[in-house]
C-alpha cells in the first residue's frame, strides 16, 4: 500500500486520487507525513552514491551517520537507519506553537529515518572542516530540561549547548536549549526498487536565518553564490565521518 504526503487542504477526495494515482503508477512507496500542520513540498530528489548510483536501503549501516543535502544544496541532513521498526506516532510543536504529527520511519523494515542536522537552538550543523552534532547509536549520558542526568540511546546530541534529540521520536527535544525538534525530512520508499527519495519537510524550518547566519561561510564552503539553491534530480549520501574532517564527541 502507498503512503503519500499530503497537506491538510487537499481533502479527502482529492487524497484519495492521489492514492488511487500512485498505485496506478505502480510506485509502491512508504512516506514520513504529517497531519494538523503545513507540509512544505519540495523537489523529489533521489539518495544516490558518489557515482550517481541509487542508494538501497540494503546498502546502509545500521547505527551509523550520513549525510545529504535537502532540500537546499547547502542545507545538510542526517539519514539514520535504526534497526529496528520506528512506527509510534508522535504529536510535536515547533517553536512557534504549530502542531504536527511524526509518523515513523520508512523503508522494509519502518527503520529509517531523515532530519535536518542544523540545530534547532543555534543552528550548529555538520561542516566539511568540523561537525558538532551528531548521531549516538549506543547508550549515552544527558541532562533533560530540568537537568537532571539521563541516559540514552538512539539520539542526536549538538556539542554546542548540549542539545539532545530523540530520534525514535521525531527528534523531540529530550535536553538543553533547544525549543523545537528537528525538522523532519521527509522521505519516500519505492519498494520495487528498494531507493529512497527525499520529497519535503514537516516541522519548524530555519533556513532563511541559517542562509543569514553562515552566507560568507556557506559560499566558501560550497563553492557557490547560490547557497539556497534547491536540489534537483538526486544528492549524494556520504558518512558523516567522510564529509566532515573532524568530529566532536562531548
Sequence with gaps: MTDLICKSRYGRRNFIKLCMGAVTAGHLRQSIAAENSEVKKYNQVELVDFYKKPITTKSLEIGRNYIFHYPFVTTPCFLIDLGEPIRERVSLKTENG????????????????????????????PAKAVSFINYRHGTINYQDKNMKSKE???????????????????????????????????????????????????????????????????????????????????????????????????
Design 152 to 250: 540514552g540511546s538512539r539520539v542526536i546530541y549538538c556539542c554546542s549547548e548540549k542539545s539532545v534529540y530523540d530520534v525514535k521520536r521525531g527528534a523531540e527535544v529530550l535536553g538543553g536549549p533547544a525549543k523545537q525538534p528537528l525538522t523532519t525530512i521527509m522521505l519516500e520508499y519505492d519498494q520495487s526498487s528498494d531507493r529512497l527519495y527525499a520529497v519535503g519537510t514537516t516541522g519548524g524550518e530555519l533556513y532563511s536565518k541559517f542562509f543569514e547566519t553562515f552566507l560568507e561561510r556557506l559560499q566558501l564552503e560550497y563553492l557557490t553564490t547560490e547557497v539556497n539553491r534547491l536540489v534537483d534530480k538526486n544528492t549524494e549520501l556520504v558518512l558523516l565521518e567522510k564529509f566532515s574532517k573532524s568530529q566532536m564527541r562531548c
Design 98 to 125: 504549530g502542531n504536527y504529527t511524526w509518523h515513523g520511519g520508512v523503508g522494509p523494515n519502518s527503520s529509517i529515518v531523515a532530519f535536518s542536522a542544523i540545530c534547532a537552538h543555534k543552528m550548529t550543523h
